[in-house]
């Protein structure tokens, strides 16, 4: 479904953006004719494995059934197709569309759902309020958990980190609230399939199923949100979600790598 680039192929295509970002919003849209045309287009995403934004893209990519190029970077030594990308944060995840730079993954999921909208199962609601309601969730998640969660990651002490995991199991009750509203009796927040909200939030699986490794406590509990451990299980089971959500223990090993470097215990 995606290669990895090369390193001439990175600097060769960081020339191509650094013409294409000089002003990110001035480039004129190019028609599209349907699904011949999609597959004929480049995609190419700038990201690091262990990030939930990233992981929401590739998942977004994934289910839309839209072949791309995944280019690894690193966030101690960003490379120059990625600051030439997103001058702006400097961060990933971005997205590459014949090499017109799109930053930001909640922009980057709705963007391939939009253009894309013949390839794959549509990833936000046709209705207008229902698309709303998604919207707010998926705010909601960057909003509410990852803010509620980072200390999670990031605490200084073990208690710290403890009263953070807490905290997000609270917020996880809002969700499953959400599950039962949104889903409809369905399999997902989607409904019959993965939706803007299914794939926003599930990127944060990863990390959610490792805090409790990190801590000691099980953030997705069955016990207390039945509906959404279940919802859990079904969407990282998904061809295309599987395939990128890390393992706990690589996830782990990466966390105690970084707090070490930030001088944490």
């Known amino acids: 479904m995606n290669r990895i680039l090369t390193f001439a192929e990175r600097k060769e295509y960081s020339s191509k953006v650094q013409r294409n970002t000089r002003i990110l919003c001035h480039s004129p849209a190019k028609p599209m004719a349907g699904r011949d045309a999609d597959k004929d287009q480049e995609l190419k995403l700038l990201g690091v494995w262990s990030s939930p934004f990233v992981i929401r893209a590739r998942v977004a990519l994934n289910l839309k059934g839209l072949s791309y190029s995944y280019v690894e970077d690193d966030l101690d030594s960003k490379s120059e197709l990625l600051l030439a990308s997103n001058p702006v944060h400097r961060k990933v995840p971005v997205l590459l569309h014949d090499g017109r730079p799109v930053c930001e993954s909640r922009v980057i999921v709705e ?115 039945p509906l959404l451990a279940a919802w859990a299980d079904r969407f990282a089971a998904l061809d295309g979600v599987r395939e990128v959500i890390p393992d706990v223990q690589r996830l782990l090993e990466y966390n105690k790598m970084r707090r070490a470097r930030h001088g944490l215990p």
Do not use: H, N
């Open 111 to 225: 963007y391939v759902d939009e253009a894309f909208p013949t390839s794959g199962p549509r990833l936000l609601p046709a209705d207008p309020y229902r698309r709303a309601v998604a919207r707010f969730w998926a705010s909601y998640v960057d909003d509410k958990l990852f803010t509620t969660w980072i200390p999670v990651y990031i605490g200084r002490t073990s208690e710290d980190r403890l009263e953070a995991a807490r905290q997000v199991v609270a917020v996880l009750e809002k969700f499953e609230q959400a599950f039962e509203e949104c889903s409809g009796g369905k399999a997902f927040f989607g409904g019959d399939a993965a939706g803007l909200v299914d794939v926003v939030l599930g990127g944060f699986l990863g990390w959610l199923r490792a805090s409790q490794r990190m801590c000691g406590v099980r953030v997705i509990d069955p016990a207390k949100t």
